[in-house]
């Protein structure tokens, strides 16, 4: 259960990082809870909506030698976007910002020494 509401923390945490350095991402409202609940759902979508998206896409992914995962995650970030505050300026935005929330919540993920934890269980 610790972990994950670590795990939630610093996915709100890489989420707010993502919406300061992409210039297409901003939240409706400001505050903390708009990210928490956007964290939420994200974790949502990415634990039961993205692994159908990735075997439905893997023909083309096979074939972009991966690059189409790229794609797949800015589509998961405008479905997040289309049920929470957060708000996209356009495919383009969705793309760079799903780049950097993935560099941000790995970077942030290691800092916090969230594998090693994993990894004793």
């Known amino acids: 259960m610790r972990f994950l509401l670590i795990r939630w923390l610093v996915s709100a945490l890489a989420l707010w990082l993502t919406t300061a350095i992409v210039p297409g991402l901003s939240f ?3 505050g903390i809870g708009p990210i928490l609940i956007t964290a939420l759902v994200m974790g949502l979508v990415n634990a039961v909506v993205r692994p159908v998206m990735v075997i439905l896409t893997l ?4 074939l972009t030698l ?4 790229l794609v797949v995650n800015a589509l998961s970030l405008a479905i997040v976007a289309t049920i929470t505050p957060l708000q996209i300026a356009g495919f383009f935005s969705a793309l760079f910002g799903a780049l950097i929330l993935s560099i941000v919540t790995t970077l942030l993920s290691n800092f916090m020494g969230e594998d090693k934890r994993e990894q004793q269980r």
């Open 66 to 69: 991966g690059l189409f995962l």
């Open 59 to 62: 023909p083309l992914t096979v």
């Open 28 to 30: 409706a409202r400001a």
